[in-house]
């Protein structure tokens, strides 16, 4: 007989792997910048924003995966006051990957660029309003606390820029500065 007891073993893939999402998108939009200015192939810069997309669709999988099956642990990481910072890498990925989209399938681009801009602004809210309450530890303080607020929006405001959404665009510069 097998044993169909669920694991009790939590999937440990914190949201700051998106982190690798990142990195290597942020690499594939500079080779496709440099191939428009100098006689260079595009399709390196393709090959990784494509690798980042099946990194970002892989993670994204895992960290759903990781709600359903373990909400404890999602929101441990959540209302931890330094990891917490990490989890807004999820919709900031989530709209640089919209806009690895742009030039293949733009309803694709727009509806991930949606989903990517309204999570981003509910978490960033909900996070600043915790901090504004002053229960967060000092020693807690770091760089990270700008993801949400500063990094997220530019990106969103990177992400209007590529839709063609200019004044929305001028709103997210605004509030990440």
Known sequence: MRNHKQSDRVLNL???YFGIVLGTIGMGFAWRYASQIW???H???DIMVILAMIIWALLTLAFLSRLVRFPHSVMAEVRH?????F???FPATTMLVAIGFVPWYRP???ALFSVGVVIQLAYAAWQTA???RGAHPEEATTPGL???TVANNFISAMACGALGYNDAGLVFLGAGV
Do not use: F
């Not at 006051?81 to 910072?85: A, I």
């Open 43 to 45: 399709w390196p810069g």
């Open 14 to 16: 914190p949201a700051g």
């Open 130 to 132: 915790g901090l504004w």
């Open 87 to 89: 989890v807004s890498l």
């Open 81 to 85: 006051p330094v990891m917490s910072s």
């Open 108 to 110: 694709l681009a727009v």
């Open 39 to 41: 006689a260079i192939s």
């Open 146 to 148: 700008y993801l949400p």
